[in-house]
């Protein structure tokens, strides 16, 4: 009798422990669901929070000291005290894990210099133009580089190596670049470094060629004078931040803040301590 009763016991509770996974696995999934809905500007702030991503560099995000700095970041901090909600700040080197978190609703925003191009526009809605920029091939001055001069002509690149970061914009420019001379240039993607620390190989002699951006080299190029940066792969090109396109409200509101931040002497203050 003990004994059936015992087993009457464990088949209750096998039964409470079955329903009870088949609830919790429900409102798991449901919560799972409710999470990537669609958040245009009107779920963002009734969330009063902004899911951002952005780069770790001396433009997105980095430490100095004890404090955080960059253009980004400040930028951010900007748009939180005007909107009055919490920005969750994440931080990923990777423009396409960044556009991939867009998609899957990870993010609501990506700010990060993004050069604005025709395959990008297709998927993702800009905003817009926050800086212009260029891209620029990193490599040695004569005197820390064997007396070899520079490369000035892109038909030199023929046949050189250059490192970028892994999903750098660049692989772009310098894919075309190579069909427009009609010969091959080797692309390595570095999985490990980004393109600051790219630079500072460049510097020290351990790799050849990279590529960065204007902005940002002209700034390295006050740390490290062994670098040339006198030589552009590509056209001034407009850089802005990216929302998905089922975001239109959030689109059209941050272009509108954006608008009337740029001309602020707040704005300028924080793009003349970067820029």
């Known amino acids: 009798m003990q004994y059936r009763n015992r087993l009457y016991l464990y088949f209750l509770l096998l039964v409470v422990g079955v329903i009870a996974m088949l609830l919790l696995r429900t409102a798991v999934k449901s919560s799972r669901n409710a999470l990537l809905q669609p958040r245009d500007y009107n779920e963002i702030m009734a969330s009063g929070e902004l899911n951002v991503v952005t780069d770790y560099n001396s433009i997105g995000l980095y430490v100095s000291g004890d404090t955080l700095q960059g253009f980004q970041r400040e930028m951010i901090l900007a748009l939180e005290k005007e909107w009055g909600i919490k920005v969750n700040l994440f931080l990923e080197n990777s423009l396409d894990e960044n556009l ?17 191009n025709i395959q990008l526009k297709d998927t993702f809605a800009f905003t817009i133009p926050i800086t212009l920029n260029k891209q ?6 004569p005197e820390y580089n064997d007396n070899i001069e520079p490369i000035r002509q892109h038909l030199d690149l023929a046949g050189k190596i250059i490192h970028v970061e892994g999903d750098s914009p660049a692989i772009l420019r310098l894919n ?5 001379i009609g010969d091959t240039i080797f692309i390595v993607e570095d999985p490990t470094y980004e393109t600051e620390q790219l630079v500072m190989m460049v510097a020290s002699g351990d790799i050849d060629f990279t590529v960065c951006d204007e902005k940002m080299a ?20 407009l850089e802005s931040w990216a929302v998905r396109k089922d975001s239109p409200v959030l689109l059209d509101s941050l272009n509108n803040w954006l608008d009337r931040f740029k001309a602020t002497a707040t704005f300028g203050r924080i793009y003349r301590k970067y820029y």
């Not at 991939?100 to 604005?116: F, H, Q, S, T």
């Not at 075309?176 to 427009?180: D, F, M, Q, R």
């Open 100 to 116: 991939e978190g867009l998609l899957a609703m990870r993010y609501d925003l990506i700010a990060r210099n993004i050069p604005v």
């Open 218 to 237: 002209i700034r390295l190029a006050k740390l490290f004078p062994e670098i040339d940066i006198e030589t552009d792969v590509s056209f001034t090109q």
């Open 136 to 141: 620029v091939l990193v490599q040695r001055k």
């Open 176 to 180: 075309n670049l190579s069909h427009e």
